[in-house]
């Protein structure tokens, strides 16, 4: 692409785009679930993706959070206003994603007995654990950056200081002008104290 310099891209924005790339390529392995099995000396193992009962879900979200984060690190194109920051949106959709993969493979039941198993395989364990990485690498982008949850009462607008209760005195940081002197009554005699050099004489 024009103009990107992958050396430009910080390492945890690396992490987060290369995790879910890694999640994505295992979740089409056969081997998120099934069983194995030795029969007389030979293996057997048959199983399914990923994109299995609601664990498709799951990998729809982490799919979504990792085509935000390439293209918000490419800028190949501009993505639209979210309500949250794009690292805590991206966060959100891998951790949910891989969430839901996770208790699919769990729920799913395990076990085994002589010669044979079943249960969560090794590419869904590599899935799992992808989808763990980006979330946490995109929760520090979130840090670093400041973002704050649209509902977060800190990252509302606070109401300006109310002016001090007296109502007195210039506002804070302003100068208080001179005061000038006062000049006499053109119909009043000036006087001056008894002694002073500057009296005039009679």
Do not use: C
Not at 185 to 190: E, G, S, V
Request: glycine fraction near 14%; hydrophobic fraction near 45%.
């Amino acid at each position: 692409m024009p103009g990107f310099d992958l050396k430009q891209v910080s390492r945890n924005d690396k992490v987060v785009v290369g995790a879910g790339i890694v999640a994505l390529i295992f979740s089409f392995i056969p081997h998120y679930y099934g069983v194995s099995a030795n029969i007389l000396g030979q293996h057997f193992s048959s199983g399914v993706s990923a994109w299995h009962s609601y664990a498709f879900l799951g990998m729809l979200l982490i799919l979504v959070g990792t085509a935000l984060a390439a293209i918000a690190v490419s800028g190949a194109a501009q993505l639209p206003k979210l309500p949250i920051g794009l690292n805590l949106a991206v966060a959100s959709l891998a951790g949910i994603g891989t969430l839901l993969v996770l208790i699919r493979g769990l729920t799913a039941g395990s076990g085994g007995g002589p010669g044979y198993s079943y249960g969560l395989q090794w590419s869904g364990y590599i899935v799992i654990l992808a989808g763990i990485v980006q979330t946490v690498f995109s929760v520090l982008n979130a840090r670093a950056a400041g973002e704050k949850l649209a509902w977060d009462a800190s990252a509302m607008n606070r109401p300006a200081a109310a002016a001090p209760a007296t109502g007195y005195g210039p506002p804070t940081g302003h100068a208080v002008p001179p005061t000038q002197p006062t000049a006499p009554a053109a119909d009043q005699p000036t006087t001056y104290p008894s002694g002073d050099a500057g009296s005039p004489t009679a």
